[in-house]
């Protein structure tokens, strides 16, 4: 009996659950007896039980006595603390299930191999390692935000085929510095075809925040939500050191939570709205990381403009970045941030290329 074969169908059920979970991670769960499965789970939205809990719960009447009997694969360690839900080692342990295959421990500090170790002292066989690989890469958010105590980043920017962030054609107009002319007739230009915006709002919907800088924000006056996509809203992250981007904005909406790294004090907080007062300078990337880590937010789409995106990559602190070439030509203008790095991959999108990066640090084996 092969190991990866049922704990491949853990990942692909956890896959299902994985933005609904958060800050949770979303873990996939397989009953199997004598080489058949009768029952599987994933976790449910934030709150709910988890992948263990739906998988043992989704056993029908005919099969509930083959349980004990079963094994158990699970990508991720049950958890052995009282959160939300109870512990789903005392569940599985109540089931008299006798072996449990798990792909890799959690790094969380109130699990961190203690499920494995109260399930092995009721003397049930515990396999740990299986497609652990895998199983990392499946919760690589989660895993980021307990091992290095950051958000999981994401760099995202599109190009002109020569290499551009924008033309300069948004001087012309006079309002091209963000502080005069009306911020509902600020407009972006668009590089990239439809189906690469709208695949850029299904990445919105799956992650928990995003982030751009001043100058985005003036030029574009973008509303950084899910239009194209069916799925949640990112948090909303500004920097906004001096405070420019007035409440006319459409990030200061109040529509979706918005959170605005500001170095001015003594803001008041608005309905959806937090201020978040940062010493601009050295230090800073790593007091924006705490904010968002206290703010429990896993991951994070910097969809920034070049000084921005460039911030992050030359402190090489990214996980990930997605670029899109386009086929447009501009000659001139804003130039793309610098990334000299190969692309792990690349696919075509209609006439656009997206390039994806990975940054793969001294403590990731995903």
């Known amino acids: 009996m092969s190991h990866e074969i049922y704990m491949q169908r853990c990942l692909e059920l956890a896959?299902?659950?994985?933005?609904?979970?958060?800050?949770?991670?979303?873990?996939?769960?397989?009953?199997?007896?004598?080489?058949?499965?009768?029952?599987?789970?994933?976790?449910?939205?934030?709150?709910?039980?988890?992948?263990?809990?739906n998988c043992i719960n989704s056993v029908t009447g005919a099969d509930r006595h083959l349980i004990p009997d079963a094994t158990l694969?699970?990508?991720?360690?049950?958890?052995?603390?009282y959160g939300n839900?109870?512990?789903?080692?005392?569940?599985?342990?109540?089931?008299?299930?006798?072996?449990i295959v798990v792909g890799t421990a959690d790094?969380?500090?109130?699990?961190?191999?203690?499920?494995?170790?109260?399930?092995?002292?009721?003397?049930?066989?515990?396999?740990?390692?299986?497609?652990?690989?895998?199983?990392?890469?499946?919760?690589?958010?989660?895993?980021?935000f307990?091992?290095?105590?950051?958000?999981?980043?994401?760099?995202?920017?599109?190009?002109?085929?020569?290499?551009?962030?924008?033309?300069?054609?948004?001087?012309?107009?006079?309002s091209g510095d963000g502080l005069s002319g009306n911020p509902e007739e600020k407009k972006p230009v668009w590089?990239?075809?439809?189906?690469?915006?709208?695949?850029?709002?299904?990445?919105?919907?799956?992650?928990?925040a995003i982030l751009v800088g001043t100058k985005t924000v003036l030029d574009d006056n973008p509303s950084l939500d899910?239009?194209?996509?069916?799925?949640?809203?990112?948090?909303?992250?500004?920097?906004?050191?001096?405070?420019?981007?007035?409440?006319?904005?459409?990030?200061?909406?109040?529509?979706?939570k918005t959170i605005v790294l500001t170095g001015q004090e003594n803001l008041s907080n608005l309905d959806g709205i937090v201020y978040e007062n940062v010493q601009f300078g050295e230090g800073f990337l790593p007091a924006v990381m705490d904010i968002l880590h206290h703010n429990n937010l896993l991951s994070v789409l910097v969809e920034g403009g070049r000084q921005t995106l460039q911030f992050f990559i030359d402190a090489n602190l990214w996980d990930e970045a997605r670029v899109f070439k386009s086929s447009i030509l501009f000659n001139e203008g804003t130039p793309a941030p610098l990334l000299k790095k190969v692309p792990d991959s690349q696919q075509r999108i209609d006439n656009d290329e997206l390039?994806?990066?990975?940054?793969?640090?001294?403590h990731d084996n995903i």
């Open 15 to 53: 896959e299902k659950g994985m933005r609904a979970a958060m800050t949770n991670p979303s873990v996939g769960a397989v009953l199997v007896h004598d080489g058949r499965i009768i029952g599987e789970g994933h976790t449910s939205p934030y709150g709910g039980p988890h992948g263990e809990v």
């Open 355 to 362: 390039f994806i990066f990975r940054n793969y640090g001294k």
């Open 146 to 174: 307990h091992e290095k105590k950051r958000p999981y980043i994401i760099l995202k920017w599109a190009e002109s085929a020569d290499g551009f962030l924008s033309p300069n054609i948004q001087l012309a107009s006079g």
């Open 226 to 256: 899910v239009r194209s996509w069916t799925g949640p809203n990112p948090v909303r992250v500004v920097i906004d050191r001096t405070g420019k981007i007035s409440n006319g904005y459409n990030v200061k909406n109040q529509k979706i």
């Open 85 to 99: 839900t109870p512990p789903c080692c005392d569940l599985i342990i109540k089931q008299q299930i006798k072996k």
């Open 73 to 81: 694969y699970v990508s991720l360690e049950p958890c052995s603390h």
């Open 191 to 208: 590089i990239t075809n439809k189906y690469s915006r709208q695949l850029v709002h299904k990445w919105r919907s799956e992650e928990a």
């Open 107 to 144: 790094p969380h500090e109130k699990v961190a191999g203690n499920g494995i170790k109260k399930l092995r002292e009721t003397g049930m066989e515990v396999i740990v390692g299986a497609m652990e690989k895998e199983c990392r890469e499946s919760n690589r958010r989660f895993f980021t």
